[in-house]
């Protein structure tokens, strides 16, 4: 996608749609009162996109790159979210990228 306004649109029933906007990177849930039981679709929904990243060949960004569940309704020292605050720490850009600039900074 190079600009939302420049990129290609199709018109059917009165309704525009983008055809190449097919990919979610940022998703902010805080306080959406999500339970233990939506937090296991949750990892299950990361856990397969980590297995399809390996497998994918795009260039671009794939699957979900940021997930914030903090300050819902189950404990933050659940099992299963910190299992997907782990899956999610290398596909955020922003802090590979901080912790990139580190190890360069403080070499070890």
């Keep these: 996608m190079i600009n939302p306004l ?18 979610l990177l940022h998703l902010n849930l805080l306080r959406n009162r999500i339970t233990e039981v939506g937090l296991e679709a949750f990892l299950a929904t990361v856990q397969y996109q980590v297995q399809f990243k390996s497998k994918s060949m795009s260039k671009g960004p794939v699957g979900l790159l940021w997930l914030s569940l903090a300050k819902n309704c189950f404990d933050p020292q659940c099992p299963m979210y910190t299992t997907i605050q782990e899956l999610m720490l290398p596909r955020d850009p922003i802090k590979t990228k901080i912790r990139e600039e580190e190890v360069v900074a403080f070499p070890t």
């Design 6 to 23: 420049l990129e290609p649109v199709e018109h059917r029933d009165g309704k525009v749609f983008m055809p190449g906007n097919k990919v």
